[in-house]
């Protein structure tokens, strides 16, 4: 069993940063994607980010330039760097085990973590 734990969300003004990380358990967490989507109030979850086994990423067009991916192998743990937050990008943010390629489908990721909320103030 895959267990994924989000953390690193908050209160944050327009304009600032933050980083997400999510931990993974598991031995094989190197051979998997990872991917970050997310999901505001009344609305789908969505695709926020993705990065492939050999660390080839992939991004929402919402985000590219202002949010970075990363992993850490090592440590089992993948990162969302968010900077120059806007109030829209206020929502849960969900990490998730994909397949061998970055994708942007939510069926293509099998296992999720729990969720950070990351609040955006104008």
């Known amino acids: 069993q895959v267990q994924l734990v989000e953390s690193g969300g908050g209160l944050v003004q327009a304009g600032g940063s933050l980083r997400l990380s999510c931990a993974a358990s598991g031995r094989t967490f190197s051979i998997y994607a990872m991917g970050w989507f997310r999901q505001a109030p009344g609305k789908e979850r969505e695709f926020v980010a993705a990065?492939?086994?050999?660390?080839?990423?992939f991004y929402a067009d919402s985000v590219k330039g202002r949010f970075t991916i990363s992993r850490d192998n090592a440590k089992n743990t993948v990162y969302l760097q968010m900077n120059s937050l806007k109030p829209e990008d206020t929502a849960v943010y969900y990490c998730?085990?994909?397949?061998?390629?970055?994708?942007?489908?939510?069926?293509?990721?099998?296992?999720w973590g729990q969720g950070t909320q990351v609040t955006v103030s104008s």
């Open positions: 998730a085990r994909g397949g061998v390629t970055a994708t942007s489908g939510l069926r293509d990721y099998d296992y």
């Open positions: 990065i492939s086994w050999n660390s080839g990423t």
